[in-house]
């Protein structure tokens, strides 16, 4: 149950890794994109060189490996502690849906900046997901400290 939302989370994380290549490809080969010159120039980049609608995929696909990091790592933990400890079923059916908030939250976020890329929703969507990653930690030290 706790580990679906991490699941979740990393199948999106490759959805949007395939979404980056089904347009950044593309991109790069109608701007004539010579991938060796991008690696021996220091100063160049795609983002200077493919239009920003095909990029925001690509700065999304970073952003997954981001923040979400403290999510997976948070999550896994948990999901060890709940192995070893007496976690009660409430426990588990609120880590588990904390970690879906924070999974819907981290999607949302995503569409919105591979999209439409308006920052301050963006931003909004970012600044709850890391409310329910805040929650997280702390349903961790607190079953941790009960542990």
Not at 54 to 67: C, P
Request: hydrophobic share 55%; proline share 5%; with cysteine.
């Amino acid at each position: 149950m706790i580990l679906e939302p991490v699941i979740a989370l990393a199948a999106w994380t490759l959805v949007m890794c395939l979404w980056m290549y089904a347009t950044r490809l593309p991109g790069m080969l109608k701007a004539n994109v010579d991938p060796d010159s991008l690696a021996r120039d220091p100063d160049a980049s795609l983002d200077k060189l493919l239009p920003p609608q095909t990029q925001w995929k690509a700065h999304n696909f970073n952003h997954l490996h981001e923040a979400p990091t403290v999510f997976y790592a948070v999550m896994l933990s948990m999901a060890l502690l709940a192995t070893q400890a007496s976690f009660s079923l409430n426990d588990e059916q609120l880590i588990a849906l904390v970690g879906w908030v924070y999974v819907v939250l981290r999607i949302a976020h995503s569409i919105v900046q591979a999209t439409w890329n308006r920052v301050v929703v963006r931003f909004a969507l970012f600044s709850l997901s890391q409310v329910a990653l805040v929650v997280l930690v702390g349903l961790a030290i607190y079953t941790g400290a009960t542990f």
